[in-house]
């Protein structure tokens, strides 16, 4: 069976939909596909990306504490920049902060 | 004496210290580099930071504050990155000095090169690398730019010294090569007035 290589990743903001490579963010994607999506470090220290987890499931690349609390993950809150697909997404970004 | 007080007492020294660089000298490189010096000593002291007293991260990084001054003042924290940790290349808008406690953390440099005309968008070039670990440390001045990344299979502590106390950080400006892109966190600065 050929591996999943990228999955179908919606974000509710822009009402669109994307391919996400299952080796690539949230945001690369979202960014690479054009979209004005929020970020500032990029690198799960800021929490400027925090978005919602619509629907599916993702695997987290290494991040601060601070930038996303036990409290946020199990209220299904995620990090565009450190998130990665495991299945197709729904995600809904939640501020609109960086500069 | 607990291990805590004489902990709370090194970390109070080490401020006097550094007061009296600065006043003396003000915040030139050669004063950063005599304050990265004092911290590397108080970093090589391994029996006041026990690990036993600080907590691990949940996730994979996380700060703990040691000495925190009033007054707008500077800030002095035990850090805790584990493996894969990273920061993009990034300006504080205030100095900083780290220093290795345990592991090995690599600090790359980098400047601007492109011609700040367009707003959002950057570039930035690495001019160079220092490795963070036991016996070593870094300074940087209110502007430089750097990334961090945690390497090696051990978690990396270490001191990190601060011009202002995070929680009243300036605008911190974050570059992303890969999106050819800057942008800016908020300032905390309006809650060194409260």
Known sequence: MARVKSHRLTIANTRQTIDCGTSQTILEAAIMAGI???????????????????????????????????????????LACRARPRSDLTVTWLSRGGG | MTAQEKRNRACKKLLVDVHAITDKEGLTPSALHAIKLKLVALAGKKELFPLADFEMPVAEGRNHPLLVEDNDGHGLYLTIGLPGKEAAPHDHGIWCV?????????????????GMTRPGHASVEQIAEVMVEPGTGMAMSDHDIHSTEVLGDEPAVGLALYGYALVRFPSVAWYQPQFGSIRTTPSRRHAAMA
Do not use: W
């Open chain 2, 98 to 114: 780290n220093a290795a406690i345990a592991g090995r953390e690599c600090h790359k440099f980098f400047r601007r090169t492109d």
């Open chain 1, 36 to 78: 004005d999506y929020p970020y500032a470090c990029a690198t799960g220290n800021c929490g400027t990306c925090t978005s919602h987890l619509d629907a599916g499931t993702v695997s987290l690349l290494p991040r601060s504490d601070a930038s996303l609390s036990q409290q946020q993950a199990k209220a299904g809150q995620t």
